[in-house]
């Protein structure tokens, strides 16, 4: 499979544990974006990459929450000290640089369940 | 602020009946508009876009500037159809997108 990949598929957490995922995302891509996904709702963007520079973060994003692409290829998203509100599906995407709003390519994702 | 409304959870149809999807946005200047679908137990993938004015899997979408819409249609269902559908919104230009609630379809047969 050559598309978005992340890892692990799902968690399962204690509350108060830190957890990180990864996404490696299409080869060629330049641009990655983190979403999150509660149950009844669309995604929400959290984050977004060009390269290994991070540059746009959501609201959304507390202080517990931190992602990094150091060399532009894959990336990881750190949830710190976990809460119940946590629980979601996290997404991760890709997309080229050469076009405007080309095509993001979205992973399977990672379910988080804080419990 | 822009926004995404898809004022649909879930829409029935019959197989071979015409369905519409609704979308509406808000968002001050011109932006790119999207749908994806959610096929079960699959990644979210983009069905169409409206500046490709295409018509994928006999699904159309026309942007209208006037009533901010962009609803999604076909004019007969399949039961392939059945999926969870999303409108979403560029404005960015580098691709970060703000999505509806979602759409889930149920066609039967």
């Known amino acids: 499979d050559t598309g978005v990949s992340q890892d692990p598929r799902h968690k399962i957490t204690k509350r108060g544990q830190n957890v990180t995922f990864r996404c490696d995302p299409i080869?060629?891509?330049?641009?990655l974006y983190w979403y999150r996904q509660t149950l009844g709702q669309g995604p929400e963007f959290l984050t977004y990459?060009?390269?290994?520079?991070?540059?746009?973060k959501s609201r959304l994003l507390s202080d517990r929450f931190s992602a990094e692409r150091p060399k532009g290829s894959f990336s990881t998203l750190e949830i710190q000290r976990t809460e119940q509100g946590d629980s979601a599906m996290y997404l991760c995407?890709?997309?080229?640089?050469?076009?405007?709003?080309?095509?993001?390519?979205f992973g399977q994702g990672t379910r988080l369940t804080v419990v | 602020a822009q926004r995404v409304t898809q004022p649909e959870k879930l829409l029935s149809v019959f197989k071979g009946a015409p369905v519409e999807l609704k979308c509406n946005y808000s968002?001050?200047?011109?932006?790119?508009l999207f749908w994806y679908v959610q096929y079960s137990r699959q990644r979210l993938q983009l069905l169409l876009r409206?500046?490709s004015r295409e018509s994928i899997k006999g699904f159309t979408a026309d942007l209208n500037k006037g009533e901010t819409s962009f609803h999604l249609k076909k004019p007969f269902a399949q039961e392939e159809d059945s999926a969870m559908y999303y409108c979403?919104?560029?404005?960015?230009?580098?691709?970060?997108?703000?999505f509806g609630a979602g759409t889930q379809v149920v066609v039967t047969p």
């Open positions: 995407a890709s997309s080229s640089i050469r076009v405007m709003n080309t095509e993001a390519f």
């Open positions: 080869s060629e891509h330049n641009r």
């Open positions: 990459f060009q390269n290994e520079a991070q540059l746009e």
């Open positions: 968002y001050s200047g011109s932006p790119e």
């Open positions: 409206h500046i």
């Open positions: 979403a919104l560029s404005g960015s230009g580098w691709g970060k997108l703000q």
